[in-house]
C-alpha cells in the first residue's frame, strides 16, 4: 500500500492516537467514513503524515461545528445589509471582518485535511494531493470569494468608504457558507445521540426562518431603489420610510413576507409598481414549493410517530371481525385482543425484531445478560456445565403473555417448553369437561417439559395469572444442542427424574404410568427414564410410538441405556390378543439381569428370549431402541 494513502481510520481508534480521552460512544460511527472489505486496518496505520489533518478528529469536528455558528450569523447578515446599507458600513462591519477572518483560517486548515479516496475508499494523506484537490474543486474559489472584504479592500485601495450597491450583492456571496448547515444536519440525523423528529423540525424552522428573512430583506430592498419611494408598498403605509428607524423598515418586511409566505395575506401591505408584482409572482411560486416540502416533512414525521398506533388499531378491527364472523366465544376474543395489544407495547422488548439484524455472536452476549441467571436457576439445569447452559441461551426466544391467556393447552403437539422468567402460571387439567386448578409456577419454573422430554400430548393447560414474560426453547434445537454432552445430559435427566418424583400426587394421578415407570427407576440407572411412553399403549398398538420413542432417546444422549418392551408369553398372535399389556424397560447389562427383572414384572422366571418375528436373542447388545422382547 502507498505511503501515500491510509485507510480510513475508525473514530475510536483515530480518537486513541489523537486525544488523551477515548472515545466511549459509539454513536461517532454513524456520521463517519468506514474501511473497505479487505483493508487492513492496525496500529502501523495509526500515524497519518505530519501536519496531515483527520476529518473525524474530534478537534476538527468542533472547529467544523464553531463555523457553523458563524454561517448562522452570515446567513441573516447578507441579506440584511443588502436592504439596510448604513450597517453594512458601520455597525456590524467589525464583525463581519472576525467572521470573515475565521473563514480564511479554515480555507488554510483545508490544505491539511486528509480526504478519502472515493475510489479507492483510501484515506489520503498526501500534502501534494490535498492541496491540488482542494485547488481543482470550485470550493477554493466560492471560499476566497465569499470570505473577502470589499468594501473594506477597495477603501484600502482609494481611501473612501463606497455605498454602491455592488458590494451588497458580493457579500452575498458569504450565503456559499450555508453548505456546512446542511451538512450538519445531515449528520446530526444519522447520530442517535440527537432526536430525528426534533433534528429534522428545527432543520424545516431554519429553512422556513431563512426564507421568510431573505424575501422581506429583498422586499425591502425594491422598495428603497424604487425611484418614486411613495410608489411602493411600504411607503403607501409609512411616510418617509427610509429616514425611519432600520428596525421599523425590517418589521414591516418581516410582516409582509410571513403573511405571504403562510398564504394569510391581509391587504394591508401589497405590491404598488410593476416591479415589487413581479417579486411577488416569483415568491408565490416559491412558496408553493417550499410550503409542500415543509407540508411533506411535518406528515412524515408525524405518521412516523403514530405508524405503530394505526397499525394496533387495523390490527385490532381485523381481529373483532374475524371474530365476529367466526362467532367465537368471548373470553377467546378477548384472549386475542390481549395479546395482540400486549404485543404492540412490548414490540421493541422483542429479540426477534430488535435484534434481528445483529450478528449471532452480539445476540447471544445479549441474551446472556437477560437470562443467563433465571436459566442456571432452573431445576433441570442444576449441575449442567456452564457452556451447555451458554448454549442453551442463545437460542431461546422471549416472550410476553398478557394475563389470563394459555400458554400451552392440554393435548396439543409438544414443541416447545418453556422458563417463566417473571410473573406467574396457573397448571389446569380438564376432567368431565370441567376445569381444575394442579399449581402455580413462579419465576425460574418451567412448564410443557414433560410434554416435550416424553414427546406425548400436552397432559395440562398452562395458563396466566398476570402480565408473564418467558422464554421458550424447541424441542429439536433442545436435543441438537444436548446431544454431544453425554454427562450433561444424564445430568439433566437425572435432575428430570428427582422433580417427576416430587410433583404433587394430584398432578402424578394425570399421568397414570409415571407411578409405575418412576418405581421402575434405579438409582443406577436414574437417566434413561427420560423418553419412556405409555407402555399400556406401546403394547395395544404394537409400535405406535417406536418413531416417537427414536426421537426422545435422541433428545438428550445416544449414550442411555437401550430401552425395550418385555412380554410374558410366546410371540404368537392368540397370546398377544388375550394378553395386550406389556412392560417399558431399561434393558440391562446380561441375559441372566433381564430374566431376573422379567421375573419380578411378571412373576415367573423365563429361559427363552424371542424377538416378534420367533427368532432367538442370544447378545443384548444387538438390541434396538423399542424392540419388543417376548420372555417365557
Known amino acids: 500500500m502507498s505511503s501515500e494513502t491510509r485507510p480510513p481510520v475508525p473514530p475510536l481508534q483515530f480518537y486513541r492516537h489523537s486525544s488523551s480521552h477515548e472515545s ?9 467514513l468506514l474501511p473497505a472489505f479487505g483493508t487492513v486496518v492496525d496500529e502501523g496505520y495509526l500515524q497519518l503524515k505530519k501536519y496531515v489533518i483527520a ?21 441573516w447578515a447578507s441579506p440584511f445589509e443588502l436592504a439596510f446599507r448604513k450597517v453594512a458600513t458601520g455597525s456590524l462591519m467589525p464583525v463581519d471582518l472576525v467572521v470573515d477572518a475565521f473563514f480564511a483560517i479554515d480555507i488554510i486548515i483545508n490544505f491539511f485535511v486528509a480526504y478519502l479516496d472515493k475510489s479507492t475508499y483510501l484515506l489520503v494523506d498526501d500534502h501534494k494531493k490535498i492541496a491540488l484537490r482542494y485547488v481543482r474543486k470550485l470550493w477554493l474559489p466560492m471560499d476566497i470569494a465569499s470570505t473577502l472584504p470589499f468594501p473594506l479592500i477597495y477603501r484600502i485601495f482609494t481611501g473612501r468608504m463606497h455605498y454602491g450597491e455592488i458590494f451588497g450583492f458580493l457579500n452575498m456571496l458569504r450565503l456559499w457558507r450555508l453548505r456546512r448547515v446542511s451538512e450538519l444536519f445531515t449528520r446530526l440525523e444519522k447520530d442517535t445521540r440527537f432526536s430525528y423528529f426534533w433534528t429534522r423540525y428545527c432543520k424545516l424552522i431554519c429553512v422556513t426562518l431563512f426564507a421568510v428573512h431573505s424575501a422581506g430583506c429583498f422586499y425591502y430592498w425594491l422598495a428603497i431603489h424604487h425611484q418614486s419611494l411613495k410608489n411602493t408598498w411600504i411607503g403607501t403605509e409609512v411616510q418617509d420610510f427610509e429616514q425611519r428607524s432600520i428596525w421599523v423598515g425590517y418589521t414591516y418586511s418581516m410582516y409582509w413576507s410571513l403573511v405571504t409566505l403562510s398564504t394569510v395575506g391581509y391587504g394591508d ?53 374475524y371474530a365476529s364472523k367466526s362467532r367465537l366465544p368471548e373470553n377467546l376474543r378477548e384472549q386475542m385482543l390481549a395479546h395482540m395489544q400486549l404485543k404492540f407495547k412490548t414490540a421493541e422488548l422483542k429479540q426477534e425484531e430488535v435484534l434481528g439484524d445483529l450478528p449471532k455472536a452480539i445476540r447471544s452476549s445479549i441474551a446472556q445478560h437477560l437470562f443467563l441467571r433465571t436459566v442456571e436457576n432452573v431445576y433441570l439445569f442444576n449441575g449442567v456445565s456452564d457452556d451447555l447452559i451458554i448454549q442453551l441461551v442463545s437460542e431461546m426466544k422471549a416472550e410476553y403473555f398478557p394475563p389470563k391467556v394459555d400458554i400451552i393447552l392440554q393435548n396439543e403437539i409438544p414443541t416447545d417448553f418453556y422458563i417463566l422468567v417473571s410473573g406467574a402460571v396457573d397448571m389446569l387439567t ?15 419454573d418451567m412448564a410443557g417439559e414433560i410434554g416435550v422430554i ?64 418412576l418405581g421402575d427407576t434405579t438409582t443406577e440407572h436414574t437417566a434413561p427414564n427420560e423418553g419412556n411412553e405409555n407402555c399400556e399403549q406401546l403394547s395395544n398398538h404394537e409400535n405406535p410410538n417406536a418413531l416417537g420413542a427414536q426421537e426422545i432417546s435422541k433428545t438428550v444422549s445416544s449414550t442411555f441405556p437401550t430401552r425395550v418392551i418385555v412380554h410374558g408369553y410366546p410371540p404368537n398372535e392368540n397370546a398377544m390378543k388375550d394378553n395386550m399389556m406389556g412392560k417399558l424397560i431399561n434393558l440391562p447389562e446380561s441375559v441372566e439381569d433381564l430374566f431376573r427383572l422379567t421375573e419380578k414384572k411378571f412373576g415367573k422366571r423365563g429361559s427363552t428370549i424371542l424377538m416378534a418375528d420367533g427368532s432367538e436373542v442370544e447378545e443384548l447388545s444387538a438390541l434396538r431402541e423399542n424392540d419388543h422382547l417376548f420372555i417365557f
Open 24 to 32: 466511549k460512544n459509539l454513536n461517532s460511527l454513524s456520521s463517519s
Open 55 to 75: 476529518p473525524y478528529d474530534r478537534r476538527y469536528r468542533w472547529w467544523q461545528t464553531f463555523l457553523v455558528v458563524l454561517v448562522i450569523y452570515s446567513a
Open 269 to 321: 401591505l401589497h405590491a404598488v409598481n410593476t416591479a415589487e408584482k413581479i417579486f411577488n409572482m416569483f415568491y408565490m411560486l416559491f412558496n408553493i414549493g417550499l410550503t409542500a416540502y415543509l407540508i411533506g416533512n411535518m406528515t412524515n414525521l408525524i405518521v412516523h410517530s403514530t405508524v405503530r398506533t394505526f397499525s394496533m388499531r387495523d390490527a385490532i378491527n381485523e381481529i373483532l371481525q
Open 430 to 444: 380438564y376432567k368431565n369437561g370441567m376445569e381444575q386448578f394442579l399449581s402455580i409456577l413462579g419465576s425460574a
Open 454 to 517: 416424553f414427546n406425548i400430548p400436552q397432559p395440562f393447560t398452562v395458563r396466566t395469572r398476570r402480565l408473564s414474560q418467558v422464554i421458550r426453547i424447541s424441542h429439536h434445537d433442545f436435543k441438537q444442542l444436548v446431544q454431544p454432552h453425554n454427562e450433561d445430559g444424564k445430568k439433566i435427566v437425572s435432575n428430570f427424574i428427582q422433580n417427576l418424583r416430587g410433583l404433587k400426587k394430584e398432578v402424578l394421578q394425570e399421568i397414570p404410568y409415571l407411578t409405575e415407570l
